[in-house]
């Protein structure tokens, strides 16, 4: 791979990173009710999820999913059921609780982070749609060699974690206005509301 199709796979990933789609919504909300830091290690769930994925386009993510497409189904409507579990503890958390814990969600474990990460972005239409269909017009994945398929891995984790990142950074900067316990219940209603929008994304665009 060379210089140019390095940074070039960057920007790429770095924009469909930000690009909205359930992933996104559900690091929005998680970061106005947490804040940033505890979206790291979802961030990291999500990153080593796309590398799967990326691995496996090496090595014909097409007939993959085709041949497992009930374990893909099973997967997205899992990850549906999910953010819509979330989005509804996130509705119904307590003001008091949320102020107490205000720069760190206690519940959110860095194992429960990377797991919840890793399941939502494995069960988003978008991502599998994105390795299937559109990274073979870009790379020519037959023509990579395990070098090249190790610098791309390294390029994905970083674009993604660079881009996602940055959306919960924006996101958590606005958290800091919300000080009052209506203020916060809004906030938390509000974060509940899109993570619950991006589980019904998910269940209904199979």
């Not at 606005?174 to 509940?192: C, D, I, P, Q, Y």
Request: contains cysteine; aromatic residues 10%.
């Amino acid at each position: 791979m060379s210089l140019e199709s390095a940074i070039s796979f960057f920007l790429i990933i770095f924009v469909f990173a930000i690009t909205p789609g359930p992933g996104v919504l559900a690091l929005l909300a998680r970061s106005l009710a947490s804040g940033a830091k505890p979206c790291i290690s979802l961030s990291l769930g999500m990153a080593a999820s796309d590398v799967i994925y990326l691995i496996l386009a090496c090595f014909g993510l097409a007939v993959i999913a085709e041949q497992w497409s009930g374990l893909f189904m099973f997967i997205r409507i899992a990850g549906a059921f999910y953010l819509l579990y979330l989005g509804w503890k996130m509705w119904t958390a307590s003001p008091e609780a949320s102020l107490k814990n205000n720069d760190n969600d206690a519940t959110l474990t860095i194992a429960k982070g990377l797991l919840q990460g890793f399941l939502i972005s494995a069960s988003n239409p978008k991502v599998i749609f994105f390795y299937i269909a559109f990274l073979p017009s870009i790379m020519d994945l037959n023509s990579l060699t395990p070098s090249d398929i190790a610098l791309a891995s390294v390029i994905t984790l970083s674009g993604l974690m660079m881009g996602l990142m940055s959306v919960a950074i924006c996101a958590s900067s606005a958290r800091r206005f919300f000080t009052s316990t209506k203020a916060v219940k809004s906030l938390n209603r509000t974060s509940g509301g899109i993570m619950i929008g991006a589980g019904s994304y998910l269940a209904l665009h199979g």
